[in-house]
């Protein structure tokens, strides 16, 4: 009979981890979350420090009786869950929720899935974290209470069973707010002007040169007749160099991902949801079969930290001296400061968990998907602990017409530095380097051509997923586990729809977010959401406890919530009236001749007939300018 009981969240995992273990030890595993909030009522007491009340998932039952039986014939429980506030609280329902003696328990945690770490992990057990608990507790107790109560509110308002969230509001607004600012766009116009110049050597090279400066001050083209000026002011002029600059740049290599830039980097070269990311990540974390044995490829996926263990940098250095050379290996091993408010710097940045597993060497283990984002990975890894890029540049000052500086750049590599393991990664390379022929002060040049060109400024673009995981992270809300999440969630409650790659809202999801910030302005503030993962950090280092926390949060929060109870139905209301022509808000129905009413739908706002179900006449608003009559919808 086995003496110790391991736990972990996952089947997979549990199968790499019992194979590396002996027969003393026996693997289970809880499947995710085996206890959570109850679906109906808001299960939360708020008049007793907030003390939430949990039940079983009926669906683990079984699974946590399982895990009691095993315990009970155990010496020892090692609760081996991820090693994230998550992780900490899916170890602690377990106990709860299947009575396990407090005395047998040891908790472990390790950020890759391989024989050392889990046997350097059991030899390093710890007690459970009651603050990364209560952090954690803290967090499903907030959404809860803003989620539970603001929903009802939204729904009566609109007539339309509607939701509302902590962060996945802050997230609608965002894309909203980016919509508003494309749609009150003006473009302006500019020009700006190339000249094509030729060396009056044998060779006559030829090479392009951009307008500069028009008498030591930048150019101001924003019309044709500008630019025509400057045309005529430019015939027949002479063109001479006037300066020669040369020098060298380092192009750096990026840190290795983080869960934000590795969903960025898969969307963009991969064409991968960051659902899709996640989940693939999440086979490579937990282990592949690799010739009988389950290895875990990567570190664990959800973090926010760039922190590389010495461990693995010292490996990586020596894979990079033996493959490329020591010319390619830096002198210290680079360190990358996290650009994350409020980054978990004990976690690692996603890596290999072994840089001579290659991309190559895992080809016939992986499946095509599994394969192509273990070598991005890979490859980002072993690039961020390279040498720079190496390059001569060159930039020449040409004079024409005195008053008219065009200046011409180019760049020669001359070092590969990462490049040599990640060559296609231009994300640094605003244009496309040309090369500058040796040219000399005083030397004349042919001009070939002149090559005016007309411009408009463009609107900021709308949030592509990674895009707007991106800007939730840059504001400090969210964190790595929940971003997936929230852009899969504001999708599937119809409030965004996903249009060539890009996220736009719809109709109703501008009239929720109208309503939601004319009513719970401070919950709809990025400013105040992003404070309040500040605060749930405080509990989870110990520095704030949790009834204090919530307490605060819920002192400013339920007077906003009494007033909205009176106030949302009449913003609501305006928010649907938004924009709309006072004609239409006084038609009548044409069939029945009742009143007609504003209401919305994913498609956007129609009017329909206050007769309904008895008839159903409408008039769609998404075009306000041409309305359209649906008849019978």
Same mark, same amino acid.
């Given at each position: 009979?086995?003496?110790?009981?391991?736990?972990?969240?996952?089947?997979?995992?549990?199968?790499?981890?019992?194979?590396?273990?002996?027969?003393?030890?026996?693997?289970?595993?809880?499947?995710?979350?085996?206890?959570?909030?109850?679906?109906?009522?808001?299960?939360?007491?708020?008049?007793?420090?907030?003390?939430?009340?949990?039940?079983?998932?009926?669906?683990?039952?079984?699974?946590?009786?399982?895990?009691?039986?095993?315990?009970?014939?155990?010496?020892?429980?090692?609760?081996?869950?991820?090693?994230?506030?998550?992780?900490?609280?899916?170890?602690?329902?377990?106990?709860?929720?299947?009575?396990?003696?407090?005395?047998?328990?040891?908790?472990?945690?390790?950020?890759?899935?391989?024989?050392?770490?889990?046997?350097?992990?059991?030899?390093?057990?710890?007690?459970?974290?009651?603050?990364?608990?209560?952090?954690?507790?803290?967090?499903?107790?907030?959404?809860?209470?803003?989620?539970?109560?603001?929903?009802?509110?939204?729904?009566?308002?609109?007539?339309?069973?509607?939701?509302?969230?902590?962060?996945?509001?802050?997230?609608? #607004?965002?894309?909203?707010?980016?919509?508003?600012?494309?749609?009150?766009?003006?473009?302006?116009?500019?020009?700006?002007?190339?000249?094509?110049?030729?060396?009056?050597?044998?060779?006559?090279?030829?090479?392009?040169?951009?307008?500069?400066?028009?008498?030591?001050?930048?150019?101001?083209?924003?019309?044709?007749?500008?630019?025509?000026?400057v045309l005529d002011a430019l015939k027949g002029a002479t063109y001479t160099v006037t300066q020669v600059k040369k020098g060298k740049r380092q192009r750096r290599p990026?840190?290795?991902?983080?869960?934000?830039?590795?969903?960025?980097?898969?969307?963009?070269?991969?064409?991968?949801?960051?659902?899709?990311?996640?989940?693939?990540?999440?086979?490579?974390?937990?282990?592949?079969?690799?010739?009988?044995?389950?290895?875990?490829?990567?570190?664990?996926?959800?973090?926010?930290?760039?922190?590389?263990?010495?461990?693995?940098?010292?490996?990586? #250095?020596?894979?990079?001296?033996?493959?490329?050379?020591?010319?390619?290996?830096?002198?210290?091993?680079?360190?990358?400061?996290?650009?994350?408010?409020?980054?978990?710097?004990?976690?690692?940045?996603?890596?290999?968990?072994?840089?001579?597993?290659?991309?190559?060497?895992?080809?016939?283990?992986?499946?095509?998907?599994?394969?192509?984002?273990?070598?991005?990975?890979?490859?980002?890894?072993?690039?961020?602990?390279?040498?720079?890029?190496?390059?001569?540049?060159?930039?020449?000052?040409?004079?024409?017409?005195?008053?008219?500086?065009?200046?011409?750049?180019?760049?020669?590599?001359?070092?590969?530095?990462?490049?040599?393991?990640?060559?296609?990664?231009?994300?640094?390379?605003?244009?496309?380097?040309?090369?500058?022929?040796?040219?000399?002060?005083?030397?004349?040049?042919?001009?070939?051509?002149?090559?005016?060109?007309?411009?408009?400024?463009?609107?900021?673009?709308?949030?592509?997923?990674?895009?707007?995981?991106?800007?939730?992270?840059?504001?400090?809300?969210?964190?790595?586990?929940?971003?997936?999440?929230?852009?899969?969630?504001?999708?599937?409650?119809?409030?965004?729809?996903?249009?060539?790659?890009?996220?736009?809202?719809?109709?109703?999801?501008?009239?929720?977010?109208?309503?939601?910030?004319?009513?719970?302005?401070?919950?709809?503030?990025?400013?105040?959401?992003?404070?309040?993962?500040?605060?749930?950090?405080?509990?989870?280092?110990?520095?704030?406890?949790?009834?204090?926390?919530?307490?605060?949060?819920?002192?400013?929060?339920?007077?906003?919530?009494?007033?909205?109870?009176?106030?949302?139905?009449?913003?609501?209301?305006?928010?649907?009236?938004?924009?709309?022509?006072?004609?239409?808000?006084?038609?009548?129905?044409?069939?029945?001749?009742?009143?007609?009413?504003?209401?919305?739908?994913?498609?956007?706002?129609?009017?329909?007939?206050?007769?309904?179900?008895?008839?159903?006449?409408?008039?769609?608003?998404?075009?306000?300018?041409?309305?359209?009559?649906?008849?019978?919808?």
């Open positions: 009979m086995p003496k110790h009981l391991v736990i972990v969240e996952s089947p997979a995992k549990a199968k790499t981890i019992g194979k590396y273990l002996g027969k003393d030890y026996r693997v289970k595993a809880s499947v995710g979350h085996v206890r959570d909030l109850p679906r109906k009522g808001l299960s939360v007491d708020i008049e007793n420090g907030f003390l939430p009340t949990y039940q079983v998932i009926k669906a683990k039952i079984k699974i946590l009786q399982e895990i009691r039986d095993a315990a009970d014939e155990s010496d020892l429980v090692y609760l081996a869950a991820d090693p994230d506030r998550e992780g900490e609280a899916i170890a602690w329902h377990v106990v709860e929720g299947a009575h396990i003696d407090k005395s047998k328990l040891r908790r472990i945690s390790f950020h890759q899935v391989t024989k050392a770490a889990v046997l350097e992990a059991l030899a390093k057990p710890r007690d459970l974290d009651r603050d990364l608990i209560d952090a954690q507790q803290a967090r499903r107790v907030l959404d809860r209470l803003v989620g539970y109560q603001i929903s009802p509110l939204l729904s009566k308002s609109m007539r339309k069973r509607l939701s509302a969230g902590r962060v996945q509001s802050v997230a609608l #607004r965002l894309i909203v707010d980016r919509e508003r600012e494309i749609l009150a766009f003006v473009p302006d116009e500019y020009w700006t002007l190339e000249a094509e110049l030729q060396r009056r050597t044998e060779g006559k090279e030829r090479f392009r040169a951009h307008l500069h400066k028009i008498a030591a001050q930048d150019p101001e083209l924003h019309s044709q007749s500008d630019i025509d000026h990026s840190p290795p991902f983080i869960t934000s830039t590795l969903q960025a980097g898969a969307g963009s070269k991969l064409h991968l949801s960051p659902r899709q990311t996640m989940r693939l990540a999440q086979q490579l974390y937990e282990g592949i079969d690799l010739h009988g044995e389950r290895v875990g490829l990567i570190t664990y996926m959800r973090t926010d930290s760039t922190h590389v263990a010495p461990s693995a940098q010292k490996e990586a #250095r020596r894979y990079v001296s033996e493959h490329y050379g020591g010319d390619y290996v830096p002198a210290k091993p680079p360190y990358y400061r996290s650009r994350v408010s409020h980054a978990q710097e004990a976690h690692e940045a996603i890596r290999p968990t072994s840089v001579f597993r290659t991309p190559e060497a895992m080809q016939g283990y992986l499946t095509p998907q599994q394969a192509r984002l273990y070598d991005l990975i890979w490859r980002r890894f072993v690039a961020s602990q390279m040498k720079p890029a190496l390059y001569d540049t060159i930039s020449v000052d040409i004079t024409a017409a005195k008053d008219y500086l065009f200046r011409a750049t180019g760049q020669t590599l001359i070092f590969p530095g990462f490049l040599a393991v990640l060559p296609d990664d231009k994300a640094k390379e605003k244009d496309a380097p040309q090369t500058i022929p040796a040219l000399s002060v005083d030397e004349l040049l042919d001009l070939i051509q002149l090559i005016p060109e007309q411009h408009f400024t463009q609107p900021p673009p709308r949030y592509s997923e990674p895009t707007l995981i991106k800007a939730l992270e840059a504001n400090g809300v969210g964190r790595p586990s929940t971003y997936a999440a929230i852009v899969s969630v504001i999708q599937d409650r119809g409030y965004v729809v996903k249009k060539k790659g890009k996220l736009v809202p719809t109709g109703l999801g501008m009239v929720v977010c109208d309503t939601l910030v004319a009513t719970f302005a401070t919950i709809m503030d990025i400013g105040y959401t992003a404070g309040m993962e500040g605060r749930l950090d405080q509990v989870a280092s110990g520095e704030l406890r949790y009834g204090m926390m919530l307490d605060d949060f819920y002192r400013t929060f339920e007077p906003q919530l009494i007033a909205a109870q009176e106030m949302m139905p009449q913003a609501a209301q305006q928010a649907l009236l938004a924009d709309l022509p006072e004609e239409l808000r006084q038609r009548t129905c044409p069939k029945c001749g009742r009143p007609l009413q504003v209401r919305v739908s994913k498609a956007g706002r129609f009017l329909g007939c206050t007769g309904y179900p008895e008839c159903r006449y409408t008039l769609d608003l998404s075009n306000p300018d041409k309305p359209t009559e649906v008849v019978d919808e």
